[in-house]
T-cell receptor, first 112, second 114 residues
Framework: KAGVTQTPRYLIKTRGQQVTLSCSPISGHRSVSWYQQTPGQGLQFLFE???????NKGNFPGRFSGRQFSNSRSEMNVSTLELGDSALYLC???????????FGSGTQLSVL | GNSVTQMEGPVTLSEEAFLTINCTYT??????LFWYVQYPGEGLQLLLK?????DKGSNKGFEATYRKETTSFHLEKGSVQVSDSAVYFCALSDSGGGADGLTFGKGTHLIIQP
């Protein structure tokens, strides 16, 4: 069974641009969560989607948004990029509430 | 709000040494507690978890016991190997699996020397 797949693996953008990251969950998983990992702040929860609905949300500004499609694939979008958005963005999928999370290898975003 | 505190390291040990990585937490209610491991260039993998007080999670020789009285979930291993070198994260969640959002500690970088 394929694991959680995140694309692209690396991304370089400039300030003010927007970016879209993609996550394909493990087959059959309906929950997808997103995390930001930085050296300073560590791992922080962005949001979680289940069956195309955002169910939980962390404490990030509205520039960070996401969506989930009917096949459970998810995208997150960051608009008006700032230097501080440089981070590893991790996606995790699970069958649902109370089930184990499986993480992807992440997308490394660099904002110049 | 919820928070997790753990030693950041790096922690350097010799092979076959005993390992303890401390983790304490602050939470309302009765959270589930987790240890995740991140190898270089990879995402996080669940190492073990405990969902209620006095539960012991164990996997691959690692153990941690949910101590409600001391709000702790320390990770231990009796004899570490070079292959255990990685970053270890303590985390908590209000749900059993963490889909509602995990709160992570800053991570402990473990280096095992042969």
């Amino acid at each position: 069974k394929a694991g959680v797949t995140q694309t692209p693996r690396y991304l370089i953008k400039t300030r003010g641009q927007q970016v879209t990251l993609s996550c394909s969950p493990i087959s059959g998983h309906r929950s997808v969560s997103w995390y930001q990992q930085t050296p300073g702040q560590g791992l922080q929860f962005l949001f979680e989607y289940f069956s195309e609905t955002q169910r939980n949300k962390g404490n990030f500004p509205g520039r960070f948004s996401g969506r989930q499609f009917s096949n459970s694939r998810s995208e997150m979008n960051v608009s008006t990029l700032e230097l501080g958005d440089s981070a590893l963005y991790l996606c995790a999928s699970s069958l649902g509430e109370g089930e184990k999370l499986f993480f992807g290898s992440g997308t490394q975003l660099s904002v110049l | 709000g919820n928070s997790v505190t753990q030693m950041e390291g790096p922690v350097t040990l010799s092979e076959e040494a005993f390992l303890t990585i401390n983790c304490t937490y602050t939470a309302t209610g009765y959270p589930s507690l987790f240890w995740y491991v991140q190898y270089p260039g990879e995402g996080l993998q669940l190492l073990l978890k405990a969902t209620k007080a006095d539960d012991k999670g164990s996997n691959k020789g690692f153990e941690a016991t949910y101590r409600k009285e001391t709000t702790s979930f320390h990770l231990e291993k009796g004899s570490v190997q070079v292959s255990d070198s990685a970053v270890y994260f303590c985390a908590l969640s209000d749900s059993g699996g963490g889909a509602d959002g995990l709160t992570f500690g800053k991570g402990t970088h473990l280096i095992i020397q042969p």
